[in-house]
Each structure stands twice: as structure tokens, then as C-alpha cells.
């Protein structure tokens, strides 16, 4: 459990989110609570469809939560509203995403993909580049810096996608169910390298998912089910 001396990074409390209106209205998230330090990584587990991507949306400023109260930091960023003016800001700086699918820009190279958000957050190209190679060397897939997506495994394009997620150093990570398309082998691979890069660069990482093999490996998780998060120990603690 979360030592309450420990900083957290992430505290979400009471968190709704409503879609629609009127008849059409849909609860996704009813309340939610989570509290994360820097380091951590957490499963975040539930049936399809009991609010899980709504979560990450939502603490992603991808979407607007309805009420309740999201601190990232020292910062309260929503509270019953944004408070901040930049969420573009906020998402380039503060949080990094990982999918199930890659998505990597398909007529960049490898490097040029793990570069871009740290151009765009205002870094040399040079500076950039430098930065991305770093990356993918501590996660084992330097040797493909000059290939082009579509070159790459499966596993290295997911392990592309975590550099790129990495470059800006932010302090916390989402990642809805990264380990999808991989068999288990590949997916406890990428699941170790998370581990090990929550804890080199004290990121918090939350990761979605139901794959079996996976959630032994977690230390905490939450549990989300008709809205409603439960905080449960996991095999890996
Ligand atoms: N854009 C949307 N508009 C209306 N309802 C939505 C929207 N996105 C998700 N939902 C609904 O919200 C609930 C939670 O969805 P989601 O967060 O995608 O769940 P999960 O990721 O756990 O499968 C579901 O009932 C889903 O149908
Ligand atoms: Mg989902």
C-alpha cells in the first residue's frame, strides 16, 4: 500500500466522468480514487467497457472529467474544472502514452520518431537525436535507429514507442493495454523494461490490461468495476 509519507505523483479523488446527456447519458467512471509515487507502476484492471480508457483519457487531459479532483505533482490540474490554460503543455510535458498499437509516424526513421516530442517541446534536433539514441540504446533497440518503422518487429516498435514515450521525462506514464498485440513472452519483456525504466527514471506508470501473465507481475493494482476503482495488493509485492 502507499506509504503516506511517500510524495505522490498522481492523486485522483472522487473522479466522475459522465458522457452524454439526458436519456443518453452514460456513467463511465462513478468514483474514483488512485494515489501514485514516482517509480511506481500499477496495474489498473476491470471488464471491457467498466472505465478503464475513460481513466486514462481523463488524467491524460484527452478528455474532460465531470467532477471530482486530479493533482499531478505539486499541481491540481482539475477540480471540478481544468486549472490550467495549456493542456497541450501538459500533455507534451508531464505525461507520456503508450497503446496497444504503436503508432509510429511511418515515413520517419526510428530515431526521428523517439526525437520528435522532444523537438517539438522546443530541443535542437541535434540535442533531440542524442537524447533518442540514449534511449534506445538503455532499451536494446539502438541498432535499428536508421530503420523505418515498418522494418521492425512487433517488439521493437513497441519498445520505439516507450522511448518516445520517455524522451520528454515524464513523471508519469499510461499505458492502455501495451502488451496486446505481443505473445506472452515478448509482452513480460516490455513489461520488465517498464519496470526498469519506472525505477531508473522514478516515472509512475499505470498500466491497463487483462493479459493473465501479466498482472502477477504487478505490485499494486487497481481494480475498476461499474465505475468504481478498489485498491487491491498484487502477487508481485
Ligand atoms: N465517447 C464516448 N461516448 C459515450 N460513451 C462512451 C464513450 N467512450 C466510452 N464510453 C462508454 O463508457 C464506458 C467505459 O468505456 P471505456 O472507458 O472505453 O472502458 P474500458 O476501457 O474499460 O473497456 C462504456 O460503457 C463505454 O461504452
Ligand atoms: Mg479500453
Redo the contacts with the bound molecule.
Keep these: 500500500m502507499v506509504n503516506a509519507n511517500n510524495k505522490r505523483v498522481v492523486f485522483i479523488e472522487g473522479l466522475r466522468k459522465r458522457?452524454?446527456k439526458g436519456e443518453a447519458a452514460?456513467d463511465?467512471l462513478i468514483h474514483v480514487d488512485m494515489q501514485i509515487t514516482p517509480g511506481e507502476v500499477v496495474g489498473l484492471v476491470?471488464?471491457?467497457?467498466?472505465?478503464?480508457?475513460?481513466?486514462l483519457?481523463c488524467l491524460g487531459a484527452v478528455i474532460e472529467p465531470t467532477a471530482g479532483r486530479i493533482t499531478l505533482g505539486d499541481e491540481v490540474i482539475y477540480d471540478n474544472n481544468w486549472k490550467l490554460s495549456n493542456l497541450r503543455a501538459l500533455r507534451r510535458d508531464k505525461i507520456g502514452f503508450i497503446f496497444q498499437m504503436p503508432y509510429l509516424i511511418q515515413f520517419l526513421n526510428v530515431v526521428d520518431n523517439v526525437a520528435l516530442p522532444s523537438m517539438l517541446a522546443g530541443r535542437t534536433n541535434k540535442e533531440a537525436r542524442k537524447q533518442a539514441l540514449a534511449l534506445l540504446e538503455a532499451l536494446d533497440v539502438a541498432h535499428r535507429a536508421n530503420a523505418m518503422p515498418s522494418q521492425l518487429s512487433g517488439g521493437e516498435q513497441q519498445r520505439v514507442s516507450i522511448a518516445r514515450a520517455l524522451i520528454n521525462r515524464p513523471p508519469v506514464i499510461l499505458a492502455?493495454e501495451p502488451t496486446a498485440p505481443l505473445d506472452s513472452e515478448r509482452a513480460l519483456v516490455v513489461i520488465r523494461i517498464l519496470n526498469q525504466m519506472a525505477h531508473q527514471y522514478k516515472t509512475a506508470i499505470i498500466i491497463?490490461t487483462h493479459d493473465e501473465k501479466i498482472i502477477p507481475t504487478f505490485k499494486r493494482i487497481y481494480s475498476?468495476r461499474d465505475g468504481k476503482t478498489h485498491e487491491m495488493t498484487g502477487e508481485g509485492a
Aim: hydrophobic letters at 30%; charged letters at 15%; zero cysteines.
Design positions: 458522457y452524454g452514460v463511465a476491470g471488464p471491457s467497457g467498466s472505465g478503464k480508457s475513460t481513466l483519457k492502455d491497463v475498476i
